[in-house]
T-cell receptor, first 114, second 112 residues
Framework: DAGVTQSPTHLIKTRGQQVTLRCSPI?????VSWYQQVLGQGPQFIFQ???????GRGNFPDRFSARQFPNYSSELNVNALLLGDSALYLC?????????????FGEGSRLTVL | AQRVTQPEKLLSVFKGAPVELKCNYS??????LFWYVQYSRQRLQLLLR??SRESIKGFTADLNKGETSFHLKKPFAQEEDSAMYYC??????????????FGQGTILTVHP
């Protein structure tokens, strides 16, 4: 049974470039959340989408954007990359609203900005 | 603003010893608290949540609203408990579950 899948697993970009990260939730899961994890820190909430609508946004600049598709997969876009955007980007899915609240995480996309 | 604090970045114990991983939080309202764990080369996964009040892999955690704490405890640590542990907080129910606030994490090492 496939868990949450993310792509790419690793990527290197230079300052000023743009990046798109992709996430496929567990089959049947309707909610996707994105987190940024800087080395040595806990994950920090960026966005949550449910049924293709944004349901929450963390304290991140407008350079960060996301969307969710009809098949519940999601993309995270970051424009005008800065060195400080280097991090592990985690995607997590929820089956629906309510329930146990257990988030299912992917293995992450590690972004390095040079 | 909501915040989760895990005061210990590293915690080392010997096999069979009791272990306690500390977590303190600040939140205006009724939070839900979770412990997530990441074993070596595995993805982040839920260990337990305060609402379920269950013991998972011998671990328990009690929500103390007076002290705003949610410490994780195990009476007899095992080597396989070595991992990174994160305390996390959300609002109650609904889409709040997807908006977790995490602590910085504690690396637990259990020595043989």
């Amino acid at each position: 049974d496939a868990g949450v899948t993310q792509s790419p697993t690793h990527l290197i970009k230079t300052r000023g470039q743009q990046v798109t990260l992709r996430c496929s939730p567990i089959s049947g899961h309707k909610s996707v959340s994105w987190y940024q994890q800087v080395l040595g820190q806990g994950p920090q909430f960026i966005f949550q989408y449910y049924e293709k609508e944004e349901r929450g946004r963390g304290n991140f600049p407008d350079r960060f954007s996301a969307r969710q598709f009809p098949n519940y997969s999601s993309e995270l876009n970051v424009n005008a990359l800065l060195l400080g955007d280097s991090a592990l980007y985690l995607c997590a899915s929820l089956p629906d609203l309510g329930g146990t609240g257990e988030l299912f995480f992917g293995e992450g996309s590690r972004l390095t900005v040079l | 603003a909501q915040r989760v604090t895990q005061p210990e970045k590293l915690l080392s114990v010997f096999k069979g010893a009791p272990v306690e991983l500390k977590c303190n939080y600040s939140y205006s309202g009724s939070p839900e608290l979770f412990w997530y764990v990441q074993y070596s080369r595995q993805r982040l996964q839920l260990l337990l949540r305060h609402i379920s009040r269950e013991s998972i892999k011998g671990f328990t955690a009690d929500l103390n609203k007076g002290e705003t704490s949610f410490h994780l405890k195990k009476p007899f640590a095992q080597e396989e408990d070595s991992a990174m542990y994160y305390c996390a907080l959300s609002g109650a129910g609904g889409t709040s579950y997807g908006k977790l606030t995490f602590g910085q994490g504690t690396i637990l090492t259990v020595h043989p």
